[in-house]
């Protein structure tokens, strides 16, 4: 019976120490973000070299 009362408080801490900080949030929400479009496309990777030898 004493396992209950230790898992509940561990998960208790746990929760406590992980909470959502109001500080936090707010800078997660001015920081800007993306939207559609507003990120560069990736640039495409060079073209692969031909692997056989050229006969000279």
Same mark, same amino acid.
């Given at each position: 019976? +004493? +396992? *209950? #009362?230790? *898992? $509940?408080?561990?998960?208790?801490?746990?929760?406590? *120490?992980?909470? %959502?900080? !109001? @500080? *936090?949030l @707010?800078?997660?929400?001015?920081? $800007?973000?993306? %939207? %559609?479009?507003?990120? #560069? #496309?990736?640039?495409?990777? !060079? !073209? !692969? +070299? @031909?692997?056989?030898?050229?006969?000279?």
């Open positions: 019976m +004493k +396992k *209950i #009362p230790l *898992i $509940s408080l561990t998960v208790f801490l746990t929760l406590s *120490i992980y909470a %959502c900080n !109001p @500080d *936090i @707010d800078e997660e929400l001015s920081s $800007s973000q993306a %939207c %559609c479009g507003e990120v #560069p #496309p990736m640039v495409p990777p !060079p !073209p !692969p +070299k @031909d692997s056989v030898a050229e006969n000279n």
